[in-house]
């Protein structure tokens, strides 16, 4: 099993702001790693795949990154709309597996 | 457009059994495989398994992989998972999603279900 860890499990920021978000793996994956947002009540959305790929659609102001087993996702000039909870997740081997998730706030 | 349409609300007694369906439309349904998802209240993201849409081929959890069944019916584009022995942390919404890939990348799971919530209670 690929164990995931997933931090700050909550984080709170202002309008503008940058926020990090990390994703840290027991092993290397290649560029099998995604990141999702899920909003109350909704199912997660796919935000970047392949590490760093933003998905159609998805806003630049957020990007991933990373190698090996550290990956991260960014997001520049945080907006009220980002409020939200952000998962990454490993689809390089069987089982797949998410990390614990990081609920993100508006200040 | 791409779509996955689940099932309905199911509300179960424990030791009994759930089928949440998962039906396909506005792509090649044999080409992508359908992971599900569970999700318990106030928690995160569980992986359940895989199954693959061409020949049905399976991966599953270990946590619930003596409980779970899931299938496929070509023929109406749908995806099925079956739990069995329901105890009361079954209690979960349960999702379904793509796994897409084209020639150049894997992406992960890019189109998801609405969500099926499964109550497991006596």
């Known amino acids: 099993v690929i164990w995931m860890t997933q931090s700050p499990s909550l984080v709170s920021a202002s309008a503008g702001d940058r926020v990090n978000i990390s994703c840290r793996l027991s092993q290397g994956i290649s560029t099998y790693l995604s990141w999702y947002q899920q909003k109350p009540g909704k199912a997660p959305d796919l935000l970047i795949y392949a590490v760093s790929t933003l998905q159609s659609g998805v806003p630049s102001r957020f990007s991933g990154g990373g190698s090996g087993t550290d990956f991260t996702l960014t997001i520049s000039g945080l907006q009220a709309e980002d409020v939200a909870t952000y998962y990454c997740?490993?689809?390089?081997?069987?089982?797949?597996?998410f990390g614990q998730g990081t609920k993100l706030e508006i200040k | 457009q791409v779509q996955l349409v689940q099932s309905g609300t199911e509300v179960k007694k424990p030791g009994g059994s759930v089928k949440v369906s998962c039906k396909t439309s506005?792509?090649?349904?044999?080409?992508?495989?359908i992971s599900w998802v569970r999700q318990a209240p106030g928690q995160g993201l569980e992986w359940l398994g895989w199954?693959?849409?061409?020949?049905?081929?399976?991966h599953y959890s270990e946590k619930v992989q003596d409980r779970i069944t899931m299938t496929k019916d070509a023929s109406t584009k749908t995806v099925y998972m079956e739990l069995r022995s329901l105890r009361s942390d079954d209690t979960a919404v349960y999702y379904c999603?793509?796994?897409?890939?084209?020639?150049?990348?894997?992406?992960?799971?890019?189109?998801w279900g609405q969500g099926t919530t499964v109550t497991v209670s006596s």
């Open positions: 506005g792509y090649t349904f044999a080409t992508y495989p």
């Open positions: 997740q490993q689809y390089y081997a069987f089982p797949r597996t």
């Open positions: 199954i693959g849409t061409y020949n049905g081929n399976t």
């Open positions: 999603g793509r796994e897409y890939f084209d020639w150049i990348s894997n992406y992960g799971m890019d189109v």
